[in-house]
């Protein structure tokens, strides 16, 4: 349709233009992952730029394409992964490496010390923080 693009098409376009709407579509995305993995789905190919076209308009990007999706309902550790990962390549995305670095080691930190539970809450604050980057003010 005319009012998608495919995510990969910005990557190709190239400039900081095109590197913008594919970072703020990244964001995006990576907050529709960590809500699916809330919901004990693992969608692993999101990252694939062609499985996910970007509106237009509203710059939000929706998935093409459910190949490869795990069912980690009854996996803690698993949906706590997912979370993190999702959470972690968002606040990439919207420029928060550093951030990104010092949430992922902190979990780290409680998995090491078998506090799978303790790791799961902070994997959920972190998600919030991410929901509440609007993809439209990275700049």
Do not use: C, H
């Not at 090491?112 to 509440?132: N, T, Y």
Request: proline fraction near 4%.
């Amino acid at each position: 349709r005319p009012n998608f693009e495919m995510l990969s098409d910005i990557e190709k376009r190239g400039g900081p233009e095109a590197e913008l709407a594919r970072r703020r579509a990244m964001v995006g995305t990576q907050q529709q992952t960590g809500a699916l993995a809330l919901k004990g789905l693992d969608l692993m190919d999101r990252n694939n730029p062609k499985n996910v076209a970007v509106n237009k308009m509203t710059g939000r990007p929706i998935q093409l394409d459910f190949g490869i999706v795990e069912d980690i309902r009854d996996d803690k550790f698993a949906q706590m992964r997912a979370i993190q990962q999702a959470t972690e390549d968002g606040f990439i995305a919207a420029g928060l490496k550093e951030e990104a670095g010092i949430f992922g080691e902190i979990i780290d930190e409680y998995v090491i010390d078998g506090r799978i539970d303790d790791a799961m809450d902070i994997a959920k604050q972190g998600f919030s923080r991410l929901q509440k980057i609007k993809p439209q003010y990275i700049v």
